[in-house]
């Protein structure tokens, strides 16, 4: 059932036509970093940088309109995932198909389980192979092989973008459980992915508004409970998980996801973090990314496995 779902994705026109999109974007990212590289647009604190390899990741040219490898990743990754499950379910239902497969010797754990993997496996070689393409011409542009932490950080950047992108795939599997039609599960999932994309940062900048701590409470410990509280109800939001999570991984220079007072910074020494010290940081984010993705997933899987399912005649 995996294999049977894996031809059907490739040989469909939406994958080719969203791989293709990735694609030119990647290539564009890519151009984008050299030509940053070439004019030497690299700010004082990346002169220093001795991760040269991972900026390929994300930096861009101020003078080219192009995002970053990883900022396109969090933007058409979720859509790609979208497209992958959308349709996962109501469509079966709808030609009539899924009854007949059910009413074979297979188990409905089996189906709804086929489609997730099938899918998660597409998706994971896809950003394998967008990140090793990135890599391989970061190689050719640069002129050095990436340093064994580099290509950790780099694989782990990669993990982590497949996680993000399979509780946007759960989630289209749900909405595909949900409705009947394929059309409603689609704006249904994009309409949550714009909710978290675009106006839940403009719905916290606005409680940030109203509960701002006023000039006559000024105090360090109001205004710490205050940026606390903001930061709390961002990371509500899977995108900016994801954010946080790949702004560590990508930079090592990146030594605290929340706010400082100057007490913790007294005696620290100005230098990167080592791999082990950034996954302690983002492993809360990560958690909180897997925990959305298999709760998502239970969800669809207790759903499916309690509606009725009739065959047409």
Request: with cysteine; hydrophobic share 50%; glycine share 8%.
């Amino acid at each position: 059932m995996v294999g049977k779902e894996i031809g059907d994705h490739i040989r469909s026109w939406r994958f080719g036509i969203l791989i293709g999109i990735i694609v030119l974007a990647c290539i564009g990212s890519i151009y984008s970093a050299v030509t940053a590289i070439r004019n030497g647009s690299l700010d004082e604190q990346s002169a220093g940088d001795t991760f040269l390899f991972l900026r390929m990741f994300t930096l861009t040219s101020p003078s080219l309109s192009v995002p970053s490898f990883a900022t396109f990743l969090s933007w058409l990754g979720p859509l790609l995932g979208i497209a992958l499950g959308f349709d996962a379910v109501n469509s079966e239902r709808n030609k009539g198909t899924l009854g007949r497969l059910l009413s074979q010797p297979i188990y409905r754990d089996d189906f709804i389980i086929a489609k997730f993997v099938s899918s998660l496996f597409l998706i994971a070689v896809v950003v394998f192979s967008l990140g090793f393409l990135v890599m391989g011409l970061s190689l050719f542009t640069i002129g050095y092989p990436p340093t064994p932490e580099e290509f950790c950080r780099i694989v782990l950047f990669l993990i982590i973008a497949v996680v993000y992108i399979g509780f946007w795939l759960n989630l289209s599997i749900l909405f595909s459980i949900r409705f009947r039609q394929a059309a409603t599960s689609a704006l249904s999932s994009i309409s949550v992915w714009l909710f978290f994309t675009i106006f839940y940062s403009m719905i916290i900048n606005l409680i940030d508004s109203a509960t701002a701590v006023s000039e006559q409470q000024m105090n360090p410990a109001a205004q710490l409970r205050q940026m606390n509280f903001i930061l709390t109800l961002n990371r509500l939001s899977p995108t900016e998980l994801f954010s946080e999570t790949i702004t560590t991984m990508l930079s090592p220079g990146v030594r605290s996801l929340g706010p400082l007072t100057m007490d913790q910074l007294v005696g620290a020494i100005a230098s990167p973090l080592s791999l082990g010290q950034s996954l302690i940081l983002i492993w809360p984010q990560l958690t909180g990314l897997i925990a959305a993705t298999m709760i998502c997933f239970g969800i669809s899987y207790a759903l499916f496995m309690r509606q009725e399912i009739r065959s047409r005649a």
